[in-house]
């Protein structure tokens, strides 16, 4: 384990990290709507796109966002940065799942 010295940080990289956590639930809940079986290759190809997509290289999630701060690396966040970027991520996953009623109202029922 190593402290993370990677300062991220800012109103980009927070939208960045809200469009990540955004379009990561938006992907798991319309597979679930229509395709459940391709949720984990769909979730693997976001994550990848959405690395080289985003300002913030898309941890689009808080355990991967606390894991990350304890990595010193390119891909790592200081701590300072990490209640931003939770907070931007649930921000994102919020908005679609509110979305993703109007998109798939009938998965609600399954």
């Known amino acids: 384990f190593q402290i993370s010295s990677t300062v ?3 109103l980009g ?4 990290e809200a ?3 955004f379009g990561l639930v938006l992907t798991i809940l319309g597979c ?3 395709a459940p079986s391709a949720i984990p290759f769909a979730v693997g190809l976001y ?3 959405a690395y080289w997509f985003t300002a913030s ?3 689009a999630n808080p355990a991967v966002t606390i894991a990350r701060s304890l990595s010193d690396t390119f891909a790592g ?3 300072q940065g990490v209640l931003g970027f939770i907070a931007a991520q649930i921000f994102g996953a919020v908005i679609a799942m509110l979305l993703s ?4 109202p009938d998965s609600r029922r399954t």
Do not use: D, L
């Open 13 to 16: 990289q927070w939208i960045a």
């Open 19 to 21: 469009v990540a956590a």
């Open 57 to 59: 290289t898309s941890f």
């Open 47 to 49: 994550i990848t796109a």
């Open 32 to 34: 679930r709507a229509s």
């Open 77 to 79: 966040i200081a701590p």
């Open 101 to 104: 009623r109007w998109f798939w």
């Open 8 to 10: 991220r940080t800012g």
